[in-house]
């Protein structure tokens, strides 16, 4: 039984490492001087302490609760509506949205509607350049059209969506979901 359960848990590990998004390169925006910056988002302020006070009453529970580690806001941002686009000489453009919840350890996304046609990516960095993931490409799409990202460290954080010519207009990303991380993802976390 033990020799299953490893076995599961290695392929398990194996499957996730290789379905990770790669870090090895740089969003396209970072190569240019562009003029103008969208706009931030910014995600209201919240009572922190009294979410921390719940969180150490749920830790004496008996039976708990699934680990809380942000504030969850619900916002509706997409590539419509939200952020600021950039065409570039070649036709390319880039689309780029700056989302602020001030005092976040971390912060990551979810999306109700993601579905980046062959040769567009999607980054997500912190302001000062420090921290990314991506690209996100044609490969996270899922036939809910859900995707979760993962988390990027800092409270001035970037999506940055490129789209080749070739592909204009069949992109779409839609946020419903900005976590404010407040806290680290387990016992082992640092202070």
Not at 38 to 50: R, V
Not at 128 to 155: A, C, M, R, S
């Amino acid at each position: 039984m033990k020799k299953i359960l490893l076995t599961l848990l290695i392929c398990t590990v194996a499957f996730n490492l290789n379905a990770q998004v790669s870090n090895q390169t740089t969003p396209p925006s970072w190569a240019f001087n562009l003029k103008t910056q969208p706009a931030a988002e910014i995600m209201p302020s919240f009572d922190l302490q009294s979410m921390i006070a719940e969180d150490e009453i749920e830790a004496t529970q008996v039976i708990k609760k699934p680990y809380r580690f942000g504030k969850k806001f619900s916002v509706a941002m997409d590539l419509f509506n939200s952020g600021q686009w950039t065409e570039l000489e070649n036709g390319d453009r880039l689309w780029r949205l700056n989302v602020v919840s001030t005092g976040a350890r971390t912060m990551n996304f979810m999306m109700d509607r993601y579905n980046l046609p062959e040769g567009a990516e999607m980054f997500i960095y912190s302001d000062d350049h420090t921290d990314k993931i991506g690209p996100y490409t044609i490969n996270e799409n899922q036939e809910d059209g859900i995707l979760g990202t993962w988390v990027v460290y800092g409270d001035n954080v970037w999506i940055e969506y490129y789209e080749p010519a070739s592909v204009r207009g069949l992109g779409r990303i839609s946020i419903n979901e900005v976590v404010h991380g407040y806290r680290g993802f387990g016992e082992a976390e640092e202070s």
